[in-house]
């Protein structure tokens, strides 16, 4: 199949050409014919199977009649709500390609930076909103955006969404939309909570399932290291040194872990930036612009930071520490492996995580290439560290008076 079967407008058959694709992907010949017929839809797809222009150009489709409305007469009429800034942007860029022959308009919003700029846009005008949950209600509540003509609202990375505890956001905001309205739901994986926003607010919606539900890409070689705790950057520092070569990203559970490894790589000479949580935007918009451009070749990241990256060239992913939920591992290692080529995960396991590998494996239905030739193994019988605290309480005995307690004070009454 080619885009020309998918009955869009030339302008945008234009665009998508011009960005060098000539044949939609599995997910999209499946669910651009659903969005044109008005289908409220639950796609369940893998990150870089593309998704984005899987909603981006039916939309636009949808628009194309309406794109000459004056700018100060246009207004809100499809939405996308993105769990993180980064995706957010992303999306925002695809939308810009897409409609590159159009006349209509798209911006982004998101936290983090200043809001003015952001006002004065939308008072402009725009037909698409892309926005994140927390800048949207902002803006909404200030009166500066209407969601009252919105005919399409997109839901993308849900899982990620409701992981990240914006469940209470996301039914206000599809409350404040029309109740006639469109609802797209695209998820990597679709566990029990995903369900249940599906049932409570689509109607009737079409399933689409691309690539089994939490599998991860064949092109992808998935090797595990056991390594004491104490001993893992010293065995990330030996890979780097001996076996792994290209892009990397390497994957830390929290912030000050990752900044504890950029130090220690960057005294080892290492090209290499962060992106967290903490970190301003325009900081990690620059962390993530010089390692598309190749600046920098090792980006250090947090779950939540880097669920909206999409490198077309990645050559491994580095599970520092290992996600204590094991779809997460599944959207990491996805990172790589894109478009046909192939990439290599890399698993430091210690003894506290072997519990993990186990849910893992479950969920992937694979067996992890356990690697034991490394200078930092982990012995079998080793168990997870527990730390306990050496204070027992305090040093005085109840109900003990002090020395200068006990003293005859004369009283000044």
């Not at 960005?19 to 369940?44: C, F, H, M, R």
């Not at 929290?254 to 090209?271: M, P």
């Not at 880097?306 to 992913?317: C, E, Q, S």
């Not at 849910?359 to 030739?373: A, G």
Request: glycine share 6%; proline share 4%; aromatic share 6%.
């Amino acid at each position: 199949m080619s885009f020309k079967d998918l009955n869009l407008r030339r302008p945008i058959l234009r665009a998508v050409a011009e960005a060098g694709y000539d044949n939609p992907t599995l997910v999209q010949e499946k669910t651009i014919p659903l969005v044109l017929e008005k289908n409220d839809i639950i796609v369940s797809a893998q990150t870089g199977t593309g998704k984005t222009a899987a909603f981006a150009l039916p939309i636009l489709q949808l628009l194309f009649d309406r794109q000459d409305v004056a700018k100060k007469g246009k207004t809100i009429k499809a939405l996308i709500v993105s769990p993180t800034r980064e995706l957010a942007l992303q999306i925002e860029q695809n939308f810009k390609t897409y409609s590159v022959y159009t006349n209509l308009r798209s911006t982004v919003v998101y936290g983090g930076t200043s809001i003015e700029p952001q006002k004065e846009i939308l008072k402009k005008g725009v037909d698409i909103l892309i926005a994140t949950p927390g800048r949207l209600l902002d803006l909404h509540k200030q009166d500066i955006i209407n969601l009252d003509y919105v005919e399409t609202l997109v839901l993308d990375e849900a899982d990620l969404m409701l992981d990240m505890g914006f469940i209470y956001d996301v039914k206000k905001i599809e409350r404040l939309c029309t109740r006639e309205k469109q609802i797209l739901l695209f998820s990597a994986t679709i566990p029990y909570k995903v369900e249940q926003l599906a049932n409570a607010i689509l109607t009737g919606p079409k399933r689409i399932e691309v690539a089994k539900n939490s599998s991860t890409s064949t092109q992808i070689r998935q090797l595990l290291y056991y390594v004491p705790k104490r001993n893992k950057i010293e065995l990330c520092l030996h890979l780097l040194r001996n076996t792994i070569r290209g892009n990397i990203i390497i994957f830390r559970r929290t912030k000050f872990g990752v900044d504890k490894l950029e130090k220690t790589l960057l005294k080892n000479g290492y090209n290499v930036d962060s992106i967290h949580g903490d970190k301003s935007q325009t900081a990690r918009q620059e962390a993530l612009n010089n390692f598309k451009k190749g600046h920098i070749n090792i980006l250090i990241a947090t779950d939540v930071a880097a669920r909206g990256i999409d490198v077309t060239n990645l050559d491994a992913v580095i599970n520092f520490d290992l996600p204590n939920i094991p779809e997460t591992y599944v959207h990491r290692v996805g990172r790589t492996a894109r478009a046909g080529k192939s990439g290599t995960a890399y698993s430091l396991c210690s003894a506290d995580e072997k519990n993990y590998v186990k849910t893992i494996q479950q969920l992937i239905s694979l067996q992890l290439d356990v690697m034991e030739d490394h200078p930092y193994p982990l012995d079998p019988k080793a168990k997870p560290v527990i730390h306990k605290s050496k204070k027992t309480g305090s040093k005085h005995k109840k109900g003990r008076k002090s020395v200068a307690s006990k003293k005859k004070k004369k009283r000044w009454y």
